[in-house]
């Protein structure tokens, strides 16, 4: 929503990026390479598209990254994108971030967010480091269990749940308390 929240994102990507040239598990690599966005609605699609831009961009610096280590998953239960907006413009969407490089899921619904990755309501678990959800597809039902219920509405990035009941969450540089009120 504002220049503060990108940068935290591609910051976020930086941190993963070195992360992974440090890591030498395989499997670990790949997890911190995955990035999930949930909700295929205005929010998603738009940090969806950035994500594999910048991951695109970045790839140069991280030379002992390799291309298969880095990928974006968009997550859409329903069963288009953009379902606000006329179904052409839905499915341009889609075929723009598939030509860039992110892996649409349509008819996903996550069913438990956790910070080793998701699962979906299928069983198929799709391990990541990363998860973005924008809050209207966020509801208590992704806590895993663990009790959690949103007690604002407001763009936040999963860190971790470090015990049930706990989610930390990052809101970038945003004051949230301060602008719940804003679009």
């Not at 949930?38 to 030379?63: H, K, M």
């Not at 968009?74 to 052409?88: I, K, T, V």
């Not at 990035?157 to 009120?181: H, N, W």
């Amino acid at each position: 929503k504002t220049v503060g929240d990108a940068m935290h994102i591609r910051n976020v990507v930086l941190r993963r990026a070195a992360q992974i040239e440090l890591e030498r598990d395989p499997v670990v690599r790949r997890r911190l390479g995955h990035f999930i966005v949930i909700g295929g609605g205005f929010s998603g699609v738009e940090t969806a598209g950035e994500l594999v831009d910048c991951l695109n961009g970045i790839r140069r610096f991280y030379p002992r990254v390799a291309d298969d280590e880095l990928k974006v998953t968009l997550l859409q239960e329903q069963p288009r994108l953009l379902p606000e907006l006329p179904e052409r413009l839905g499915r341009a969407a889609h075929v723009s971030l598939a030509s860039r490089g992110v892996r649409v899921r349509i008819g996903a619904r996550a069913r438990c967010v956790g910070e080793r990755g998701v699962m979906l309501a299928d069983g198929e678990f799709i391990p990541a480091a990363s998860i973005s959800a924008s809050m209207a597809s966020m509801d208590s039902r992704l806590a895993c269990g663990h009790g959690l219920h949103a007690a604002l509405e407001v763009w936040a990035m999963v860190q971790s749940c470090p015990e049930p009941g706990l989610a930390l969450l990052t809101a970038g540089k945003r004051d949230v308390s301060y602008d719940i009120e804003m679009p």
